[in-house]
């Protein structure tokens, strides 16, 4: 019986398939990217250190299943407490939490700092962990818009 496949067409078909595969196999073996924020409104140590934790076990979980996260905390209103320089109470748990995890964000709100600025006289000073975003809660919803996780500690 003929074989209807010639052999040097099916040697072309098969270096074709072992390229497309080749090429295919590292799209399909990329490493999933969790988004997650969390939100802080509250000047609690309490709440900032459950904050913290998830932080840390979300970071220790998905690096131990060989995946990554992508997170961000959000400060505003009382919780801006938490980032400020002079009233934080975590800060020795922010630069671990920083050190040990480079990729984490913690976001101030600049809509309430200018806001204490205005009603306390002075200037503040936001940890050096933070950076300021111009509205906390804007920076929620745009990480809500992007498809990110939110927590609430």
């Not at 497309?20 to 509250?42: E, M, R, T």
């Not at 709440?47 to 131990?64: F, K, Q, R």
């Not at 400060?75 to 980032?83: K, V």
Request: aromatic residues 6%; hydrophobic residues 45%; glycine residues 6%.
């Amino acid at each position: 019986m003929n074989n209807p496949i010639s052999r040097p067409t099916f040697a072309r078909f098969l270096t074709v398939a072992a390229t497309f595969f080749a090429v295919a196999a590292p799209a399909s073996a990329a490493i999933k990217v969790h988004h997650i924020s969390l939100h802080v409104d509250q000047n609690d140590p309490a709440v900032m250190h459950l904050a913290l934790n998830n932080i840390a076990n979300l970071s220790t979980y998905y690096s131990g299943i060989g995946e990554d996260a992508a997170i961000e905390l959000v400060a505003y209103g009382p919780g801006l407490n938490m980032l400020r320089a002079d009233t934080s109470p975590v800060k020795a748990r922010l630069t671990s939490i920083k050190q040990s995890i480079p990729g984490v964000v913690f976001s101030a709100c600049n809509n309430t700092k200018m806001a204490m600025e205005k009603a306390e006289g002075h200037p503040i000073t936001i940890v050096p962990e933070a950076h300021l975003v111009p509205a906390g809660v804007v920076r929620l919803v745009e990480l809500q818009e992007g498809h990110w996780s939110y927590i609430k500690p």
